[in-house]
């Protein structure tokens, strides 16, 4: 090599090196600049929650002050008795004593001076001493740390582009008798990529929520996928409980975590077996009232979401299970079909004509329902993404709220992508409820508004808007044609029932919930069905389920915590039978539950596929059809025939 060629060389060498210094100069200088701006966003919003802190401090104060003052008030009216009787005995006292002291006692006219003061002598003060309010620091702010303010994107993707998924089937989380424990797997999918930077900055944790134990993950079944949008998890539950499987990213939550995994025992499955049997519910099983059963005989056209028509006739039955001999005679149905049943689908042990009785159709212990049609999930046209409410029209076309994106879709009969409901001027805001009325049309509730939409999904007119603390949940149509819905006021807690006046909008009735709810700070009554002249209401908060007459008010309570039979955990819709049935949506424990008239557990529902994170529920009682929606998995809306 010549001496010019690498004199060359090296000034070139030395030209890249002053651009590349250049360079790098400029970015240090522009990542300055960006952490200047990020942490003067960190500051904003610090500023903003301590700023929402002394606000909410302040009202406390003022609350505080106002009750005190209140309190000051009450013990100085009673200082101001006690004073002005002391005022008018004194008096009183010293003539007497003078009197004696002088010898002229027979002088005193006793009874003159008894009418003056026996109405001090006689007043009764009552020493009850008000209860002076004491404050208590609510825990909620005690552990504040960095993830609740916000987090810091490490990689190239965001904790919501992630999603976990229970992968083991339901049926097989239960305990193996020979070494005491069952594999569970969970994967967490995604449309992106598990980058090396993306794995770095994910954790993970599972805990026996019963026994408060951390589980460790099996490493042998924990794998990538070779596509690298799949990581299994796996791991070995060796005692029956909830199992909590949380995954972080850049110390935030992805979407559906924590995952609550249920885990039984053989003891619990005998235990099904026992109520199944007819023996009695768990002791924290509340029927507070027996009420007649009814069976329900439905005209052409009727409302395929619970929702009987007026003209609707009902008879008294004489016990739970109903004689076939004994069933009145029926007004024929729609028995028209706009799909036809796969070939593995055996007839119905009713006939199609017959009131749908649930527990004629179930036998050793289960109920049947195969896939019919399904709803993939997901933000395409043809698909709905987190669906929480959906109705049948009476031409059966399937109308959905996608709830996370914030549409509402009509579908056909067969599932195919028909329109978009829209709003005129707005769109939706987190769009959950709906109905299908007696009128054909059918009403949306969102987070802001209630709606009513003609049956081609055309705006009408808004019932209700949303009025600061209130928020309303559930929608139901009665058989005098009034919209029900339960309306939640936070400040003071409370729940009612509303009754609007379809033609007219107005409110027309009301019914406080605050005697029947036992506790109201956990209480979260959010799904709403009318069915045989009675309200269905599943509170999630408590989990329990509200049967409520509401002509009497009379109410019915059944359901309580946990896993096990006849248990639920976030119940969410649910489904009424001709009879009385109900079919609940035990949300967190990934089941449909089959209770009897009474709310006495029957059995689970056996679905293929099954179910994940059940919501809304409707059931086509004519066709024999039940439509679940679930928040988890890829099949966001599935249709069963009922076997």
Request: proline share 6%.
């Amino acid at each position: 090599m010549e001496p010019a060629t690498l004199v060359e060389k090296i000034q070139d060498k030395l030209l890249l090196n002053d651009e590349m210094l250049k360079d790098i100069d400029d970015k240090r200088a522009e990542l300055k600049r960006i952490c200047e701006e990020e942490q003067n966003k960190i500051s904003a919003v610090c500023e903003q929650v301590k700023a929402r802190i002394v606000a909410a401090g302040e009202t406390l104060k003022s609350k505080s002050q106002e009750i005190y003052c209140e309190l000051d008030q009450v013990l100085g009216d009673k200082r101001e008795v006690v004073r002005t009787g002391s005022l008018v005995l004194c008096p009183e006292l010293e003539e007497i004593t003078d009197l004696i002291e002088q010898g002229e006692e027979a002088n005193f006219d006793v009874q003159d001076c008894w009418d003056r003061i026996k109405e001090v002598l006689n007043h009764q003060q009552i020493d009850s001493d008000p209860k002076i309010p004491l404050f208590y620091p609510s825990p909620t702010l005690s552990k504040v740390k960095a993830c609740d303010l916000g987090f810091l994107c490490l990689a190239e993707y965001l904790p919501s582009q992630f999603e976990l998924l229970l992968t083991s089937p339901m049926s097989c989380l239960q305990l193996n008798s020979n070494n005491n424990s069952c594999k569970v797997v969970c994967n967490v999918k995604t449309d992106c990529k598990f980058t090396d930077s993306v794995q770095s900055c994910f954790k993970f944790s599972i805990k026996n929520r019963n026994c408060k134990e951390t589980v460790e993950y099996s490493k042998e079944y924990c794998k990538l996928s070779e596509d690298k949008k799949s990581f299994q998890i796996a791991f070995l539950a060796q005692k029956p409980g909830m199992y909590l499987v949380t995954v972080l990213l850049y110390d935030q939550h992805i979407t559906n975590s924590p995952l609550t995994v249920p885990v039984i025992s053989k003891q619990l499955l005998q235990d099904q077996n026992k109520y199944n049997e007819g023996e009695k519910l768990p002791k924290n099983t509340n029927l507070l009232k027996k009420e007649p059963k009814y069976a329900m005989i439905a005209p052409p056209g009727s409302d395929y979401n619970h929702n009987p028509r007026p003209a609707e006739l009902r008879c008294p039955l004489p016990s739970s299970t109903v004689p076939r001999s004994s069933i009145p005679p029926h007004i024929a149905t729609d028995q028209s079909s706009h799909s036809s049943s796969p070939p593995s689908i055996s007839p119905s042990k009713e006939s199609p004509s017959d009131p749908l009785d649930l527990q004629l159709h179930s036998s050793e212990g289960k109920l049947v329902c195969l896939r019919m049609l399904s709803l993939q999930a997901g933000a395409k046209p043809d698909s709905v993404f987190k669906p929480i409410g959906l109705c049948i029209l009476h031409n059966r076309n399937i109308v959905v709220s996608s709830t996370f994106n914030d549409k509402v879709k009509i579908f056909s009969p067969s599932g195919q992508f028909l329109s978009l409901v829209t709003i005129p001027q707005s769109n939706f805001t987190r769009p959950t409820d709906m109905v299908t009325l007696h009128s054909g049309q059918f009403a949306v509730r969102d987070d802001n508004k209630v709606m009513v939409f003609t049956s081609e999904g055309g705006y009408m007119k808004t019932l209700w808007q949303d009025r600061g603390q209130v928020k309303c949940f559930g929608l139901a149509q009665n058989k005098e044609d009034m919209l029900i819905t339960i309306m939640e006021t936070m400040r003071p807690r409370r729940t009612d029932l509303l009754f609007f006046d379809l033609k007219t909008g107005e409110l027309s009735r009301k019914i406080e919930m605050n005697d029947i709810i036992s506790d109201k700070t956990r209480s979260k009554c959010r799904f709403l069905t009318y069915q045989l002249d009675k309200l269905y209401i599943t509170d999630l908060g408590l989990d329990c389920v509200y049967i409520l007459d509401p002509v009497t008010v009379s109410v019915k309570v059944f359901g309580c915590s946990g896993s096990g039979p006849g248990q639920l955990s976030d119940p969410a819709g649910l489904v009424v039978d001709s009879v009385g049935n109900m079919v609940v949506a035990d949300s967190r424990n990934h089941r449909l539950c089959l209770f009897n008239q009474e709310g006495k557990f029957v059995c689970n529902l056996s679905l293929s596929p099954e179910t994940r994170r059940p919501s809304g529920v409707v059931l086509d009682k004519a066709k024999r059809e039940l439509y679940v929606l679930n928040l988890q998995g890829r099949e966001a809306m599935t249709k069963y025939k009922i076997k």
